[in-house]
T-cell receptor, first 114, second 111 residues
């Protein structure tokens, strides 16, 4: 089944404790992206990657890191999480075929930083 | 990036067509209109996209006005499972695949 998977789905952590949220897709998509969703602010893009070893900042990259060593994986790293990073996170992927960026989203990771 | 304006909420009777409007009066000639929906707090789901012509797929139809300043998403026979927040997005593909989600329309399909 074609899908984007994220782990963990739920995470409660403390300020400053490094964490990684994994994202994997089995559709051979070139493009992958991370979003966060907050009440009243909607979905905002954190980082994106056009292909392996190519990443770029989205609208809200501060406090996050990403890497794209393999085509299927795009982990999101929070080196020193803070309470303002409490949010619902989504990973997405798509082919890059001309202007068609039909993005497939993962199920989401709900992160709470205390 | 062009901004979109959508009604905050709409109701629709089950089995009837749901017509969701979107204004994008500042859209540029090479910006696409995309529609996604989000059911509760699940990941957004792609529905349809278009540039100039009307489009139809198994989920919905997209009607874009000739001046491209507005569009309408049509769910031909709404079901209770279509209750969701629907996002209209204009998207410039050469800006890194960025999707800028607005507040969307909360569609409630009622029995």
């Amino acid at each position: 089944e074609a899908q984007v998977t994220q782990n963990p789905r739920y995470l409660i952590t403390v300020t400053g404790k490094k964490l990684t949220v994994t994202c994997s897709q089995n559709m051979n998509h070139e493009y992958m992206s991370w979003y966060r969703q907050d009440p009243g602010l909607g979905l905002r893009q954190i980082y994106y990657s056009m292909n392996v070893e190519v990443t770029d900042k989205g609208d809200v990259p501060e406090g996050y890191k990403v890497s794209r060593k393999e085509k299927r994986n795009f982990p999101l790293i929070l080196e020193s999480p803070s309470p303002n990073q409490t949010s619902l996170y989504f990973c997405a992927s798509s082919f890059r075929t001309g202007a068609a960026y039909e993005q497939y989203f993962g199920p989401g990771t709900r992160l709470t930083v205390t | 990036d062009a901004k979109t304006t959508q009604p905050t909420s709409m109701d629709c009777a089950e089995g009837r067509a749901a017509n969701l409007p979107c204004n994008h009066s500042t859209i540029s000639g090479n910006e696409y209109v995309y529609w996604y929906r989000q059911i509760h707090s699940q990941g957004p789901q792609y529905i349809i996209h278009g540039l100039k012509n009307n489009e139809t797929n198994e989920m919905a139809s997209l009607i874009i006005t000739e001046d491209r300043k507005s569009s309408t998403l049509i769910l031909p026979h709404a079901t209770l499972r279509d209750t969701a927040v629907y996002y209209c997005i204009v998207f410039l593909y050469n800006q890194g695949g960025k999707l800028i989600f607005g507040q969307g329309t909360e569609l409630s399909v009622k029995p």
